[in-house]
Structure formats: structure tokens, C-alpha cells
């Protein structure tokens, strides 16, 4: 027997052996999908539990948040005896915006309670 001919019995040998033994990548490929329908469905699981967490939480009561405090005073506040820094009256406005009461803004900026209402009252322009 010549080599031609041995390696054409093998290749022979090789073809019909293939056709017996199990394909691996079928096996593969179906687990593939095994896994993807498996991890779809627990995605779905969440998004539900999801959705659920979402309606609880819309149903607590809603929190209110601290509206700041302006002056209620019907009359035209008085300008004061010396003027207003503008960097006081930025103080006040930034401090009212955050919530603090006028005598708090008084302490901390420094300003008497009837200066901070009028800072208050025209905006910081005069």
C-alpha cells in the first residue's frame, strides 16, 4: 500500500467516525439557549418585583418640605438710616432661600430683624 492510499482509508475512517460520535457544539448551542431563556425569566422576575417595590413607595404619604418664610407685613417696609452692603443683602436673600426665619437670618448676617425684612421685601434693590 502506497501513502496516497493509506491516508485516503484514514480520511475515510475520520468521515464515517464523525457521523457517530455526538457534535459538541449542538450540545453547547442548546445549553446557550437553556441559559438565555433562563436568565430572561429572571429578568422578568425583577422587573415585576421591581414594579411592585415603585407602587409601595407611591403609596406612603408624600413628606413636605419647609417653605421659607417672608415677611407679612401689608405696610412698605422703611429703608434703614445707612445702607445695605450688597454682599449682606446676597446673605439675606441666599439665607431666606434656604429656609431660616428672619431672626435667624438677623444673627447670622448681622443685620437688625426690621433691616432683613426690608432686604427681603424689595429684593435686595433699593
Known amino acids: 500500500m502506497t501513502l496516497p492510499v493509506i491516508l485516503m482509508i484514514l480520511g475515510l ?3 464515517v467516525g464523525s ?8 450540545q453547547t448551542e442548546k445549553q446557550l439557549d437553556d441559559l438565555s431563556i433562563s436568565v430572561f425569566q429572571e429578568t422578568n422576575n425583577l422587573k415585576k418585583r421591581l ?3 415603585e407602587e409601595e413607595l407611591l403609596l406612603e404619604p408624600q413628606f413636605h418640605v ?5 415677611a407679612k407685613t401689608t405696610k412698605a417696609p422703611t429703608p434703614p438710616a445707612k445702607p445695605i452692603h450688597d454682599i449682606l443683602k446676597s446673605q439675606v ?3 431666606n432661600k434656604q429656609g431660616l426665619s428672619i431672626a435667624e437670618i438677623s444673627t447670622r448676617s448681622t443685620l437688625t430683624e426690621e433691616q432683613v425684612r426690608y432686604v427681603l ?6
Do not use: E, N, R, Y
Not at 457521523?19 to 449542538?26: I, M, N, R, S
Not at 419647609?66 to 417672608?70: A, H, I, L, N, Y
Open 13 to 15: 475512517i475520520a468521515i
Open 19 to 26: 457521523f457517530f460520535l455526538k457534535d459538541g457544539a449542538k
Open 51 to 53: 414594579k411592585i417595590v
Open 66 to 70: 419647609k417653605k421659607p418664610s417672608v
Open 93 to 95: 436673600i441666599a439665607l
Open 121 to 126: 421685601a424689595t429684593g435686595g434693590s433699593q
